[in-house]
């Protein structure tokens, strides 16, 4: 059986593949907004959207408009135009609303290239990307499959991730003839049908005085940069502490998902049927 399934790790580019990195963002994010701007205004006068092959070629006359386009991955931008063309297509067939415009203040950040004669593989202990070359990353497990795209993200705590999806065949699991009933509470955060509690990880409450502080501090930066009348996004003291903010809320976000995916991995492979109540 095929499936698809994703890899995610940390990268650790260099100050000139941060640049690149960010540079790419941002080119990506400027074609999203373009063409979503002239598919609103074509939407408005005839009712009917753009095509992803007419925009696609239009892409290539900006190019030529703006050189800066071409520093970074084509296929970057290519998928960037394609996720606008799914999102109107979803848009007209009633399954979600419009596409709006992306905007650089968003908390995570990304881009989406294709594979293409192996311009994406795990070298050694490296990561091999389009654009750019050998990056270092924490080889926490095997890559297997055929690889079909990597995203590049960097999220508000300044740390770069690659999510890499790959196809690979994969065996089913032997059914256990098992089954149970599981109750979310409060006071425990799972009462299982044999008895067995799971304690309810309060990961938000342990570092919670840690994070008052912290977001305190924050609190003083945003009000000194005000009264200095000093811009927040030029403010480098508002910035570090923000970032550090982040930091602590991202790992507060990364023990909760290792504890729940754990929780629920351990119950799927031990039972075929599962009743829960809430």
């Given at each position: 059986m095929l499936i698809n399934k994703a890899y995610k790790f940390r990268i650790y580019p260099s100050k000139e593949q941060k640049t690149l990195i960010d540079k790419t963002i941002g080119c990506s994010r400027f074609v999203f907004n373009h063409f979503l701007g002239q598919w609103n205004d074509t939407y408005k006068e005839t009712g009917k959207g753009l095509t992803y092959n007419s925009c696609s070629a239009e892409l290539t006359k900006l190019k030529t408009e703006l050189v800066w386009l071409k520093e970074v991955d084509s296929t970057a931008l290519q998928s960037s135009l394609k996720n606008l063309a799914d999102s109107y297509s979803r848009f007209f067939k009633k399954q979600n609303n419009a596409p709006r415009f992306k905007s650089k203040k968003n908390r995570v950040q990304s881009y989406t290239t294709k594979?293409?004669?192996?311009?994406?593989?795990?070298?050694?202990?490296?990561?091999?990307?389009?654009?750019?070359?050998?990056?270092?990353?924490?080889?926490?497990?095997?890559?297997?499959?055929?690889?079909?795209?990597?995203?590049?993200?960097?999220?508000?705590?300044?740390?770069?991730?690659?999510?890499?999806?790959?196809?690979?065949?994969?065996?089913?699991?032997?059914?256990?003839?098992?089954?149970?009933?599981?109750?979310?509470?409060?006071?425990?955060?799972?009462?299982?049908?044999?008895?067995?509690?799971?304690?309810?990880?309060?990961?938000?409450?342990?570092?919670?005085?840690?994070?008052?502080?912290?977001?305190?501090?924050?609190?003083?930066?945003?009000?000194?940069?005000?009264?200095?009348?000093?811009?927040?996004?030029?403010?480098?003291?508002?910035?570090?502490?923000?970032?550090?903010?982040?930091?602590?809320?991202?790992?507060?976000?990364?023990?909760?998902?290792?504890?729940?995916?754990?929780?629920?991995?351990?119950?799927?492979?031990?039972?075929?049927?599962?009743?829960?109540?809430?």
């Open positions: 594979e293409t004669n192996g311009n994406i593989a795990v070298v050694g202990n490296k990561m091999k990307l389009p654009k750019l070359g050998l990056v270092r990353f924490a080889k926490s497990r095997e890559l297997h499959g055929r690889v079909l795209n990597a995203t590049v993200r960097r999220n508000p705590s300044g740390k770069y991730f690659v999510s890499i999806l790959a196809e690979l065949e994969v065996k089913p699991m032997e059914k256990s003839k098992l089954s149970i009933g599981i109750d979310l509470g409060i006071t425990d955060f799972a009462i299982f049908s044999d008895g067995r509690k799971i304690d309810n990880n309060k990961f938000t409450a342990k570092m919670e005085t840690k994070l008052k502080r912290e977001q305190r501090k924050l609190s003083r930066r945003a009000l000194n940069a005000k009264q200095n009348g000093i811009n927040l996004l030029d403010a480098k003291n508002y910035q570090k502490q923000k970032q550090k903010v982040a930091r602590l809320h991202e790992r507060v976000m990364n023990q909760r998902d290792d504890f729940l995916n754990k929780l629920s991995t351990e119950i799927i492979k031990n039972h075929d049927l599962i009743c829960i109540e809430n």
